[in-house]
């Protein structure tokens, strides 16, 4: 499954960048006259309600949805694996600052406080970006400071202790390093869980703006025409879904190999 | 189980607060002056000044914050600038509608995903369990944004069995539920395959088949209480979820809950009634997360003595 779930990212990711430069249209170049026609031979996937090639709108939308993925799950979990590290090494006030924080953060639904952000700053992949980046952070925060109280007491951490490492050399060279496995775990499953988030919003009308595809606002444009042409929302779904499971098995698999106590049980 | 319970409270005073603040940040997040972004570009001067003054925007930061906590604490926050009714009523004439959603889609949630689980547990390393758990990982990955309208194609426009849309009747009901609970079921069916894998392995199984003990008595009596631990906390952390997702579902479904409320009047910039319909769900989930601490106590009554 593991491999199944590379495979599907690695296509997606392939597809993404150069299938743009492949396609025969442009995801933005209406045909008015063929509008909301069907798959064919010439255009794949159909066409939308205003005459664009769903193909390439697919693709185009795949290299928004993986962007916005990459940047979240990067800016978030870097900025977490610091302050978990930090707050669980440290500990005293800043912990329980920390703590707090991750509390209240972790108080709200996720997605909630998302649209909440969103409709304050303003839809744009900006704003996205950001929202989801600032609820992101808490998750790997939480994570890495939980590794982070296992690795201070390990013999090679007090080792450098007493040599009289600072405590960045011992966090960066030292404790960050053994939290990673789990880390690359979560991020992984991260990027499922982001690229349906940006979805979500962009079906809501809080993401991606037109004309810019994005498969949430392709879902979202296609429910007026589910009976006449269920194509519109059929390619998209099916694109996110598989996107999503692909990363999902990915994530899996990966967990087998950097956690194999799980192995046997997930 | 008092001072349990005391110790608990304390400490989601602290959240609570936190929660309040971050609810009261939202408005002042808005680029500009967000008196003007409310009623637009073309607003006269004197609307916009006007309502400054009337949601307090003009008064210095702290004022407003102290003003804004004591209309949490006493039920008032403020008036919808669309309808003009008081945010709160607004609410809880939809909170009902929200609160069916989320309970039936958790039922759905659970009748499916304990008995998956279980059957995936048992059957460990089976043909079975290969397909249950995949089966788990695709309820996983599938938006419901497009699960609904495909569970409204097949049930209610092909088959003709369901109503599509609206809030009524039982029937109303099941593809919002099932649309909303799938993604749960799937995350709760893994987990109790995981949780009974883990409870099976201990001795105190092989001590009850060697006594004779059928598999489904063990199974059920013993192996399957003694795991509900992390599966009660799963669906109390999903209970947010289930709840973010209700707004998805109900704008889907037009079922008239406080998540469709909280689209419509972002799309309004009726952000009053944004921060009720946030701060609301956030408390509730709030309030779920404690009821689920203190379930541990019952569950285990070793968890109130630590």
């Not at chain 1, 992949?125 to 925060?141: C, P």
């Not at chain 2, 309040?20 to 009623?39: E, K, R």
Request: proline fraction near 5%; include cysteine.
């Amino acid at each position: 499954m593991a491999r199944f779930g590379a495979a599907v990212v690695l296509i997606a990711v392939t597809a993404a960048i150069v299938g743009p430069w492949l396609v025969p249209f442009d995801p933005t170049t209406q045909e008015l006259s063929l509008r909301l026609t069907g798959p064919s031979a010439l255009h794949w996937f159909g066409l939308d309600e205003l005459g664009r090639d769903i193909f390439s709108r697919v693709l185009s939308g795949a290299r928004t949805s993986l962007l916005v993925a990459l940047v979240v799950v990067v800016v978030s979990s870097t900025f977490g694996v610091l302050v978990g590290s930090i707050a669980g090494y440290c500990g005293g006030w800043i912990d329980e600052g920390v703590g707090r924080l991750i509390d209240i953060l972790l108080a709200f639904p996720g997605l909630l406080l998302t649209i909440a952000l969103v409709a304050a700053l303003g839809p744009s992949l900006a704003n996205i970006v950001f929202a989801l980046s600032l609820i992101g952070w808490v998750s790997y925060a939480k994570l890495v400071r939980a590794e982070t109280l296992r690795a201070r007491e390990l013999e090679f951490v007090e080792a450098a202790r007493a040599l009289g490492a600072t405590t960045s050399r011992i966090l960066l060279r030292h404790v960050i390093p053994t939290t990673l496995p789990a880390v690359i775990v979560q991020a992984t499953l991260g990027m499922g869980g982001v690229i349906l988030a940006e979805a979500s919003l962009s079906f809501l009308g809080l993401g991606v703006q037109p004309p810019t595809p994005s498969w949430g606002t392709m879902l979202n444009d296609g429910r007026g025409h589910l009976l006449d042409a269920p194509h519109l929302t059929i390619f998209p779904g099916v694109a996110i879904a598989v996107l999503v499971l692909g990363f999902n098995f990915l994530g899996d698999g990966l967990r087998d190999v950097l956690d194999p106590a799980t192995r046997q049980q997930l | 189980m008092t001072r349990f319970l005391v110790r608990r409270l304390v400490v989601t005073v602290p959240v609570v607060l936190g929660v309040a603040t971050l609810v009261f940040t939202l408005v002042h997040l808005i680029p500009g002056d967000p008196a003007q972004v409310m009623l637009g570009e073309a607003a006269a001067e004197e609307d916009v000044a006007e309502l400054r003054a009337r949601l307090g925007l003009d008064r210095p930061l702290l004022e407003q914050y102290g003003v804004f906590l004591s209309g949490v604490v006493g039920g008032d926050l403020g008036v919808s600038l669309r309808t003009g009714e008081p945010v709160v009523d607004t609410i809880v004439d939809r909170l009902p509608a929200t609160l069916e959603l989320t309970v039936a889609a958790m039922f759905v949630a659970v009748g499916v995903a304990i008995p998956l689980g279980i059957f995936a547990a048992v059957r460990r390393g089976t043909l079975a369990d290969f397909g249950a758990t995949t089966l788990a990982l695709a309820g996983v990955s599938i938006p419901n944004f497009w699960l609904g309208p495909l569970l409204a194609i097949v049930f209610a426009v092909e088959l003709g069995w369901l109503p599509v849309s609206g809030r009524g009747t039982l029937a109303h009901l099941v593809l919002p539920a099932v649309t909303l609970g799938t993604g749960l079921a799937a995350i709760l069916a893994r987990m109790t395959r995981a949780a009974l894998i883990e409870e099976l392995r201990k001795p105190y199984v092989q001590a009850a088949r060697a006594r004779g003990a059928s598999r489904t008595r063990v199974v059920l009596r013993h192996v399957l209480p003694n795991s509900l631990i992390p599966i009660v906390t799963l669906v109390g952390l999903q209970c947010g979820v289930v709840l973010s997702g209700a707004v998805v579902t109900e704008t889907i479904f037009a079922w008239p809950g406080i998540g469709r409320l909280l689209i419509q009047s972002i799309g309004f910039r009726d952000y009053p009634m944004v921060q009720g319909c946030v701060l609301l769900i956030a408390l509730i989930y709030v309030g779920v997360n404690l009821v689920v601490d203190l379930t541990y106590g019952l569950l285990d009554p070793r968890i109130r003595y630590t």
